[in-house]
């Protein structure tokens, strides 16, 4: 699974360079409980401060990886890179488990998480979302399989832990096999996806369901041993989440939105093959269900 990383990370060379220091060490933390002694930044403090502190998960390629260095990687990585330097600051990162960043935004130890966040009307009860391009649910399988995502009952499918998929999806899709009376649904979760995807290399799992760029990259990755199974469903905006009423989402969308406008921002979606999900404008909250 190492070597599935090297292609993501060769075209992510010719990215934007991450300014700014990194703690590669990941963070856990309690991911039920804010941390109430911190108070998000305003934009002021930030803009004094010259840096913005991002959150990030390194394991869910091609949006967000690492490189052999260990150095977080990725085009939603790139891009928050891009609209940092847009306006004007360092990014500082911090390598964190993906349950944890929502906490840590609430409890004001870092500024954006970048995680491939579904924009959700559950989610921004506690944060705001900067929408950044959209994605689908995608499954895949081993080539030559019957797997059909909309025949799923009894069979053994991987996922990513704590994602929309392993949380509302499966679980869905489980319930329903039950009330029909039919087998149900083994869900496994794995805390990263480049072990979902070994998983269904290695035949331990039938499929795995995730975000439609994480399975398409996936399936160019491996071509001859994954393939796209069923169609792309539940689409829904990709969001950077920030504090709740925080006056920093103005301007992370501003910026965005220039680099929308001057071609940056889909050169940089094109260098992670994620141009399916562009936008054409910067929006909060966009989410909606």
């Known amino acids: 699974m190492k070597r599935r ?4 990370a060769v075209l992510a060379a010719a990215t934007l360079v991450l300014t700014g220091c990194v703690n590669t060490d990941v963070a856990g933390g309690d991911a039920a409980t804010p941390d109430a002694a911190h108070e998000a930044r305003t934009w002021s403090e930030i ?20 490189t052999d260095d260990g150095e977080p990687t990725g085009w939603a990585v790139d891009l928050v890179a891009a ?3 847009e306006l004007g600051l360092e990014v500082e990162w911090e390598v964190l488990q993906f349950d944890s960043i929502l906490p840590r935004i609430e409890g004001g130890t870092i500024d954006v998480g970048v995680g491939s966040f579904g924009d959700t ?3 921004q009860e506690a944060v705001d ?14 080539p030559g399989s019957d797997v059909d995502p909309d025949a799923a009952c009894g069979l053994t499918i991987a996922v990513m832990a704590t994602g929309t998929q392993h949380l509302i999806e499966l679980p869905e899709r489980d319930a329903a096999c039950r009330e029909a009376g039919e087998p149900p649904i083994v869900i496994e979760p794995y805390t ?12 331990k799992a039938d499929a795995f369901s995730a975000d439609s760029p994480v399975t398409i990259d996936a399936a160019s990755q491996l071509d001859g041993e994954l393939e796209v ?13 920030v504090a709740k009423g925080s006056d920093l989402s103005p301007r ?4 965005l939105q220039r680099l929308i406008d001057d071609g940056t921002y889909l050169e940089i979606l094109e260098r992670g093959k994620s141009e399916g999900g562009a936008i054409e404008a910067a929006t909060i909250n966009a989410g909606t269900e």
């Not at 990383?5 to 993501?8: F, I, N």
């Not at 990263?192 to 269904?200: D, H, I, L, S, W």
């Not at 199974?229 to 989440?241: E, N, Q, R, S």
């Open 252 to 255: 992370l969308a501003d910026a």
């Open 47 to 66: 803009e004094a401060s010259g840096v913005l502190k991002v959150g990030t998960i390194v394991d869910y390629p091609p949006n967000e990886f690492k």
């Open 121 to 123: 009307l559950e989610r």
């Open 192 to 203: 990263g996806q480049p072990e979902v995807t070994n998983a269904v290399v290695l035949g």
């Open 5 to 8: 990383h090297l292609a993501p």
């Open 83 to 85: 609209i940092a330097s």
């Open 229 to 241: 199974v069923g169609d792309l469903f539940d689409t829904v905006p990709y969001g950077f989440p």
């Open 129 to 142: 979302f900067v929408n950044y391009s959209e994605a689908g649910t995608l499954w895949a399988a081993q």
